[in-house]
C-alpha cells in the first residue's frame, strides 16, 4: 500500500482504511490529504500515557489544541472541524433512537461531545412524545467548578420547541460526575416545575471526560418522578 503524497486514491484503498486497526494510519492519511504534517513528533505530542488514542485526540480541547506548537493552528481546526463531524453524526443517531431505552449511547455521545470541555456547560436535550430527540440546546456556560442551571430557559426552549420531555445534562470538568447538593436540588426544582405542564422530566446527566451518571439510574429521580430524600435509593424500592 503506497503512502504519503505517493498514494493511489481508489475503492481498494479506501476498503483498506475502513478495515485499518491502526488509528494513526487512518489520521496520516486524512492530514496527509489536507496538505499536513504527521510526523513523530506530532504523534508524540498527540500521544497520551497509553499510546495513541484518536477518539482522546479529537476530543481534546481546541485551545490545548491550538497550544501544541507540533500541530499549530490549522492543524488544531482541522482536528476540531473533524470533531465537529463526528459529533454530527452520532447526533443523527440519536433523532432515530428512544434515548431513555438507549441511555448507554446517548452517555456516549455526551462523552465525546461534553467531557473535553474546560468549563461547565449545561446543555437542554428536548424529546418528542416518543423520546426522539428533537434538538440539543446550550443553557448555559460557567466557570470551572461551577455553572448556574437557569429554570426559566430551559422551560423557555422546551416549550418553544413543542418538547414533550426533557433531559437536562451537565459537566464536572473537575474528573467526577458525583451529584453534588446543589445539582438534586436543582433537579428537584425542574421536576417540580415540569410536572403540572405534562412535560416528563426524564433525567439530569452529569458527564466527565471517561464517565457519565444519571440521576435517574442512581434513585434520586423516582418513578412517579419526585426526587428521593434518601440518597441512592433504587427507583421502585420500598
Known amino acids: 500500500m503506497k503512502t504519503g503524497q505517493n498514494v493511489m486514491y481508489s475503492a481498494e484503498y479506501f476498503d483498506h482504511l475502513a478495515a485499518c486497526n491502526n488509528e494513526i494510519e487512518v489520521l496520516a492519511a486524512l492530514m496527509r490529504l489536507a496538505g499536513l504534517d ?20 479529537l476530543a481534546r480541547n481546541f485551545s490545548i489544541l491550538e497550544r501544541e506548537n507540533a500541530l499549530g493552528e490549522r492543524g488544531a481546526k482541522f482536528l476540531k472541524f473533524l470533531h465537529v463531524i463526528i459529533l454530527q453524526y452520532q447526533r443523527a443517531k440519536l433523532a432515530q433512537r428512544d434515548l431513555i431505552s438507549d441511555i448507554h449511547t446517548l452517555h456516549q455521545y455526551l462523552k465525546l461531545r461534553m467531557g473535553p470541555l474546560t468549563d461547565e456547560v449545561v446543555i437542554a436535550l428536548l424529546l418528542d ?30 416549550i418553544e420547541k413543542s418538547a414533550s420531555a426533557i433531559i437536562i445534562v451537565h459537566n464536572h470538568p ?3 460526575p458525583q451529584p453534588s447538593n446543589d445539582d438534586i436540588r436543582i433537579t428537584k426544582e425542574l ?40 440518597g441512592f435509593q433504587r427507583r421502585g424500592s420500598n
Not at 505530542?45 to 485526540?57: H, I, K
Not at 451518571?213 to 442512581?218: A, D, H
Request: proline fraction near 3%.
Open 38 to 57: 504527521i510526523s513523530e513528533q506530532l504523534l508524540n505530542t498527540l500521544s497520551g500515557p497509553n499510546g495513541f488514542d484518536l477518539r482522546a485526540v
Open 129 to 158: 412524545s416518543s423520546n426522539h430527540l428533537i434538538c440539543e440546546t446550550i443553557i448555559a456556560t460557567g466557570t470551572s467548578n461551577r455553572v448556574n442551571i437557569l429554570p426559566r430557559q430551559i422551560l423557555k426552549n422546551a
Open 174 to 176: 473537575g474528573g467526577s
Open 191 to 230: 421536576i417540580n416545575i415540569f410536572r403540572p405542564l405534562d412535560i416528563t422530566f426524564h433525567d439530569h446527566i452529569i458527564i466527565c471526560r471517561d464517565n457519565a451518571i444519571s440521576l435517574r439510574e442512581r434513585g434520586y429521580i423516582c418513578i412517579d418522578h419526585s426526587v428521593t430524600k434518601l
